[in-house]
């Protein structure tokens, strides 16, 4: 089992369910990582196991927490290796950074053991965003115990522009070979997103309220602050998503929620998957950008009860 201790959880900027709490894990390779949970009022229709997006952290999700604990569902989150609070590898904690992406599976297998530890209640579920769309995605290959899963905005492809993706590739393979390893990607900052990128134009979140939210826990815990990925972590990215491109679907029941204006990930690569996934269902979901589950509340309503109709209808199949 991994080492559990208590750690820091800032309910002040969470506005998650009244209850949250937070621990250390430590995983098998040496890293600390760090996970939170909530647990609904009533008795639980089960746990979702919440893999998060590249720059995320525990309490970012404090609303998305309210709205399933609502439902009935526990939540388990996670801060993973080189972001939120967990271990950070490079001298400038901004940089955001892995050194290989398998190494997010020791992450996965810590947060496991977690959770039998807590007792979460069965059966479990998957919701991957973004970068946790592909950790979440290889998790069940790897055997992750969950009875079904939910995607949104998966990160089965990056997103790069046509007339950049030669030098992208280029400094995929070389930028090891030429010392660029731990610099950051060109075009991207140090400071996070939503620090140096007004509401107006920006490819997260339609919902103002929302995107002041997330530039409120920057402003109020800099600590959980990420920049750019650096020339590895691009690397990394690039070889796992082509990896997992080449495998068939899980036999695990999904469903994938891909916004109609999303800009970050390959909407591409989604399509593709979710053509070669037989008990999977690609959901469209209009107006919506990038960070679904932080959308208007009438998208997040529709999104979180297709979520929970979901796992509910697939509750005996682990």
């Known amino acids: 089992m991994a080492e559990t201790s208590p750690a820091p959880f800032f309910t ?48 970012k999700y404090g609303p998305f927490a309210s709205d399933m604990t609502e439902r009935g569902f526990a939540v388990l989150a996670v801060d993973w290796r080189g972001q939120g609070l967990a271990d950070r590898t490079l001298a400038d904690r901004r940089l955001g950074h892995v050194d290989h992406f398998d190494d997010f599976q020791q992450d996965v297998a810590a947060l496991m053991d977690h959770a039998r530890t807590l007792d979460l209640p069965q059966p479990w579920y998957l919701i991957g965003h973004s970068m946790g769309g592909a950790i979440g995605l290889r998790a069940l290959y790897e055997g992750l115990p969950v009875a079904a899963c939910a995607f949104t905005a998966p990160m089965w492809g990056i997103r790069i522009p046509f007339a950049l993706r030669p030098a992208a590739r280029l400094l995929a393979r070389f930028g090891a070979a030429l010392g660029l390893s731990e610099k950051l990607v060109p075009t991207t900052t140090i400071e996070q997103y939503v620090q140096v990128t007004p509401f107006e134009g920006n490819t997260l979140t339609t919902d103002a309220d929302m995107y002041a939210f997330l530039q409120l826990q920057m ?48 909407t591409e690569a989604v399509h593709d998957r979710m053509t070669r996934w037989p008990s999977g269902t690609l959901d469209l979901v209009p107006e919506a950008q990038h960070e679904i589950l932080m959308e208007q509340l009438h998208i997040r309503t529709r999104v979180c009860d297709a979520i929970a109709t979901h796992f509910k209808k697939h509750k005996s199949t682990q």
């Not at 600590?223 to 899980?250: F, H, N, Y």
């Open 12 to 59: 002040e900027i969470a506005r998650g369910p009244d209850g949250g709490e937070a621990h250390w894990l430590a995983t098998r390779d040496g890293q600390r990582i760090r996970a939170g949970h909530w647990r609904p009022t009533g008795e639980a229709l089960g746990t979702i196991l919440l893999f998060p997006g590249r720059t995320e952290y525990i309490e």
């Open 219 to 266: 402003a109020k815990k800099p600590d959980l602050v990420l920049g750019g990925p650096t020339v590895q972590w691009l690397a990394q990215a690039m070889i796992e998503c082509a990896a997992l491109r080449e495998k068939p679907s899980p036999d695990v029941p999904c469903v994938t929620f891909l916004g109609e204006n999303e800009q970050i990930v390959s």
